[in-house]
């Protein structure tokens, strides 16, 4: 069993044993979000955006897309999928190092849970300078109802696109720290692997500080990309804000 780095070989298998068909979902939700903006939303910053899921449901949806990656593996897949006219970079927050300013930015499907407290403070601020004034800034975050559930959850096993896999969670509340191993056994291509990840449970109460240092001002937190607000039962929250004028 090979011990792989994050996202490296999983990026391959990535749609089928790790996502699920969610992103007609969420790009429709944020499309209807920013239609009420008179001011118009027509270039999106995709943070974290993986495998190019939703960048391509955004581009469908008309808008112009630029996405980020931490990972080489997932940004290969997601040049295949959307071709070489949008434009993909590898970078790893809080590290924004691009060029242009966007209407808004995005960050879904656990992104921002990866970074530590100190580093999601730091993303906001980058990510505000990357935004113009109104720009709207919308993510997920886990809550404390996911850390219960995947306390007591520990184990997921399964098959898809025959491949099989074991994802094992182990969450220290106090530190509030998920580690994630991920063991594809029988892989559809190549040999088996394991992959192992770090999330972070953030709180409300240093989200709401780190988007306030930036310059944000919160506006929604929902239920995971619905209309309904959030409460103690959600288990993926998500967030919207917008960048408060200078």
């Known amino acids: ?13 990535y749609d089928e044993i790790v996502i699920d068909p969610c992103h007609d979902r969420l790009a429709s939700f944020l499309h209807e979000l920013w239609s009420v903006d008179a001011g118009g ?9 993986g495998t190019g899921l939703l960048a391509g449901e955004l581009i469908g949806r008309g808008y112009r897309v630029v996405g ?9 897949v997601a040049r295949k999928r959307l ?5 993909l970079s590898r970078m790893t927050l809080p590290d924004l190092t ?3 300013v966007f209407d808004a930015a995005v960050c879904t499907v656990d992104g921002f849970n990866y970074l530590t407290p100190e580093e ?20 997920d975050l886990h809550t404390d109802a996911m850390m219960d559930f995947t306390i007591a959850h520990g184990v997921v096993a399964g098959q898809a696109a025959k491949t ?9 509340p106090s530190a509030r720290t998920c580690d994630t191993k991920i063991v594809v056994t029988r892989p559809r291509d190549g040999e088996p692997f394991c992959e192992r990840h770090r999330q972070y449970f953030h709180t409300d109460t240093d989200v709401r500080a780190s988007l306030q240092d930036a310059g944000f001002a919160v506006t929604a937190v929902n239920e995971e990309y619905t209309q309904r607000p959030a409460d103690a ?11 408060l004028p200078m």
């Open 68 to 76: 980020v990656d931490a990972s080489e593996a997932m940004l290969a």
């Open 98 to 100: 691009l060029e242009g």
């Open 1 to 13: 069993m090979r011990h792989v780095e994050a996202y490296s070989q999983l990026a391959g298998v």
């Open 83 to 87: 071709g070489p006219e949008t434009v």
């Open 120 to 139: 999601l403070r730091l993303t906001m601020g980058a990510v505000a300078d990357r935004l113009g004034p109104d720009g709207w800034l919308v993510f």
């Open 164 to 172: 099989d896999f074991v994802i094992s969670s182990v969450v220290d």
């Open 41 to 49: 939303v027509r270039s999106v910053l995709d943070l974290c955006c």
């Open 233 to 243: 039962a959600t288990l993926c929250a998500t967030w919207t804000a917008r960048r």
